[in-house]
């Protein structure tokens, strides 16, 4: 075992590098960082940010050390990291992660370390490594490794070390190896300042890159893959560190997650958003622990399917896991199934399944997929005709555990506004996520700036409990219900391709609430939504009808599938009086134009060419809980297609359930004016 450990050490160093200027007459060195894929660098963001804050495109170099078959000094550039303000005195452990870029990334030969794919640690022992200074000044910097005892988690993106070592400057950025594994798990963050221990970042913080961290990963499986074979391999010292009965075939091995991760490294289509844990789930038979960033690469399936000390679940539970993703993949038509990729998987598969004892077969033989592995489906029709199908996810009910982020906009006297946010997940429990703390408020054209982190935060984690991306309602009065929240982006500044970069409405359902309705339902409100909830399909009522003054009677004449559509904005003029109306007559669905009549008083042309969209809208709604969803896949296709001109952009819905009450009281205190 020892002489295990040793040797893995030496693959490490051999992967560890550190950033140097781009000018080579400079001696200075920024930290450390670790090789994950050809041509990949891992690091922290807080390394680069110094240097790189004012220009990302900043060229500098990457080296190892020499005395452990290091790369020598190659230019770099960074690819991307994941902090949100680069002039921060702090940058939170969850977005401390940068991944850099060799420049001549196909002309360098090097070691890449081995990633574990578990999200959930267990505590145990680490080694640290990194680069440090040195005195001797022809070589000013020297390899470092600390050894530590144990560690603890400290929230979910961040693991801190038992104060059992110091870590000298230069470390951060480094990897965190797990001897009993034999897999790097962490990014050395942090040393305490001339006192004992530190911190880390665990490597399952790499999801939150999204489509560059599939990249990555992917490269990082087929690498290992070539170079599994021999002596010195990180799986030839993974098998020593298992020790595993030889020849046992119900047992996964280090070379059976090789291969399985090469094979799933091959499927090019992404997994639906909430699949991996659902396929996980039915294999353990049991809620597969949280993880957090969720799961967004099919590998981080195969990660849940350990026991709570680190040790991989039967061969089986991974050949069934493998199974359903190859069902899934079939299921989904995408371009894996006609690449060769899901035929190689299926075949290994069936291979491997051969070996294991007989009477579990029928586990791999006879899977299939859980209900929900990805959002239901369903086609609806309009008289005769099929409308396309839409993928539905059902806005949840009342009792239902499913995380919903609330915002809740009050008006201040003096103009300004208080909000707080909160993270409704059924349990009843009215906690505040997050709040204003000015007790003057922040003014209108600063509100967003003033959401833009927490909403985030609290979108992360409603997100990672779901599955999928959480519903956002925003509670207003009813004059403010032509603020166009699916707007809201929650990035002033993204990437190109970066979800943040998507405006609200597009990438979540959307609904609006009225502040005015917090706590208890009235009769006529909680009858009213009952008798839309039990009619099923749903219809559109013009309401007033053309050329007509809105009145109650419009309301409180309509029938119970009737859903009021309003092609004006509500908070002024006649769209003001008939939204005050759907509201004291109990209606908690409305549909509006939050831009419409900008022209005259009169309906016009696009009135007619608005109704007919949302009467199209709602006749393809089978349910009410179906609505924001659909209103949703809409604005997604209208952003693809940059249709600004489309009769629903403009369109804003309020969904006010009863049985889901904002609950009652006033949203904070504040302070008036001298």
């Known amino acids: ?34 090789l994950v894929a050809p041509g990949w660098v891992l690091t922290c963001a807080h390394v680069l940010l110094p240097h790189l804050r004012e220009d990302t495109g900043r060229e500098f170099r990457v080296a190892g050390s020499p005395a452990y078959y290091g790369i020598d000094p190659v230019p770099a550039r960074l690819e991307r990291w994941l902090v949100k303000d ?102 050395t963050k942090f040393g305490r300042y001339g006192k004992d221990g530190g911190g880390a970042v665990p490597v399952a913080a790499l999801r939150a890159f999204g489509t560059l961290y599939r990249e990555v990963m992917a490269a990082h499986d087929l690498w290992h893959a070539r170079h599994a074979d021999g002596y010195g391999s990180w799986l030839h010292h993974q098998e020593l560190l298992l020790g595993q009965e030889p020849g046992n075939a119900d047992l996964w091995s280090p070379a059976d997650q090789v291969t399985s991760l090469r094979l799933l490294a091959r499927l090019g289509d992404p997994p639906p958003l909430g699949a991996v844990e659902r396929l996980a789930q039915r294999v353990r038979n049991d809620r597969a622990p949280l993880a957090y960033p969720p799961p967004t690469a099919w590998r981080d399936g195969h990660g849940l ?137 922040v003014e209108h054209a600063r509100l967003l700036e003033r959401l833009r982190r927490p909403l985030d935060e609290a979108f992360q984690m409603a997100d990672a409990a779901n599955g999928h991306p959480a519903a956002c309602e925003v509670v207003l009065p009813a004059g403010d219900f032509d603020t166009p929240v699916h707007r809201w982006q929650l990035a002033e500044m993204a990437r190109l391709g970066d979800e943040a970069h998507l405006p609200l409405g597009v990438r979540r359902r959307v609904v609006l609430r009225d502040l005015a309705r917090r706590g208890r339902a009235d009769e006529a409100w909680t009858r009213r939504w009952d008798a839309v909830a039990s009619a099923g399909r749903l219809s559109a009522a013009r309401t007033p009808p053309g050329g007509q003054s809105p009145r109650r009677r419009h309301f409180t004449d309509m029938a119970a599938c009737d859903i009021p559509v309003l092609c004006r904005p509500a908070g002024r003029g006649a769209g003001r009086r008939a939204m005050e109306m759907a509201l004291e007559t109990g209606h908690g669905i409305v549909l509006w134009h939050i831009e419409g009549h900008a022209r005259s008083a009169a309906c016009a042309g696009d009135c007619d060419t608005f109704h007919a969209g949302a009467a199209a809208l709602l006749g393809e709604t089978a349910a009410a809980h179906e609505l924001p969803d659909r209103l949703r896949r809409i604005r997604e296709e209208i952003h693809e297609g940059r249709d600004q001109a489309h009769w629903a952009e403009g369109v804003a819905v309020l969904y006010d359930d009863p049985g889901r009450p904002v609950p009652a009281g006033p949203l904070g205190l504040w302070s008036s004016p001298a």
């Not at 690449?339 to 586990?363: C, K, M, N, S, Y």
Request: one cysteine or more; a negative charge.
């Open 86 to 187: 680069p002039w921060s005195d702090e940058v939170p452990a969850a977005q401390d992660l940068a991944l850099v870029r060799l420049v001549p990334d196909g002309d360098v030969e090097h070691r890449c370390v081995w990633l574990s794919d578990q999200a959930v640690l267990p505590v145990g022992e680490r080694r640290v490594h990194g680069f440090r200074p040195a005195d001797d000044p022809e070589q000013p910097y020297e390899m470092w490794t600390g050894h530590i005892a144990d560690n603890v988690s400290d929230g979910r993106c961040s693991i801190r070390f038992t104060p059992m070592a110091e870590f000298p400057p230069g470390v951060s950025g480094g990897p965190v190896l797990d001897p009993v594994s034999g897999a790097v798990v962490a990014v």
């Open 305 to 441: 399917l350990y026991g709570p000390h680190g040790r991989p679940f039967p061969a089986i539970a991974f050949l069934h896991y493998l199974r359903l993703v190859s069902l899934l993949v079939k299921d989904m038509g995408g371009k894996d199934t006609t690449t060769g990729a899901v035929a190689e998987l299926d075949a290994w598969i069936t291979a491997r399944t051969r070996r294991v004892t007989p009477f579990q077969h029928h586990l791999v033989t006879e899977a299939r997929l859980p209900d929900l592995a990805r959002p239901r489906t369903g086609r609806a029709t309009v008289g005769d005709a099929k409308l396309p199908e839409r993928v539905v996810l059902p806005y949840p009910v009342a009792g239902e555990r499913a995380s919903v982020v609330v915002v809740e906009i009050e008006p201040l006297p003096y103009r300004n506004l208080h909000w707080q946010i909160r993270i409704d997940d059924g349990s009843g429990d009215d906690e505040i996520f997050d709040s204003e703390k000015d007790p003057d408020g």
């Open 1 to 34: 075992m020892a002489d295990a450990h040793t040797d893995l050490d030496a693959l490490v160093r051999e992967a560890t590098v550190r950033f140097l200027p781009a000018d080579p007459a400079d001696p200075s060195m920024w930290g450390s960082g670790f």
